[in-house]
């Protein structure tokens, strides 16, 4: 099961809205940009293109200049993590790095404090295990 809202922006200004795991955002007219509360890159979408939350938050979207878009919101069935068809790239990261934690086996990270050890820093502690990556991290940067 599944809810769809029809959105139409007319007018300069962000909009914000709050969104489960999951939900997804349809471009019907013109150019979307969107950001996810918490998460270091934005997203530009065009009509036709869709874009799934990885992760629960606040949404925050503006046209450029107009667009039409729609909001699908999932049943918790589809939002749940177990649940394959809402198993989004970022998510099948997260879950891998929780097992990587616990396996001990080596992982290398970069340690360097550019924007791909940012975004590496950011998924360790969307896996709960910020100041932790396993005893056998090693940092070669």
Not at 20 to 32: F, M, P
Not at 110 to 126: M, T, V
Request: with cysteine; hydrophobic share 40%.
């Amino acid at each position: 099961m599944h809810q769809i809202e029809n959105h139409e922006l007319r007018t300069p200004g962000v909009f914000a809205f709050q969104l489960q795991a999951c939900s997804e955002i349809r471009v019907v007219t013109g150019r979307l940009w969107l950001t996810l509360e918490g998460f270091p890159e934005d997203v530009w979408l065009q009509a036709g293109e869709a874009w799934t939350l990885p992760a629960n938050g606040r949404l925050w979207l503006s046209a450029e200049p107009v667009g039409d878009f729609r909001i699908v919101r999932f049943t918790a069935a589809r939002q749940s993590r177990h649940d394959s068809s809402c198993r989004t790239p970022f998510l099948v990261i997260v879950e891998a790095l929780k097992k990587l934690a616990v396996s001990g086996t080596a992982f290398f990270s970069r340690g360097d404090k550019s924007g791909p050890h940012a975004a590496e820093l950011r998924l360790w502690e969307l896996a709960g295990l910020p100041d932790s990556k396993g005893s056998d991290c090693k940092e070669c940067g």
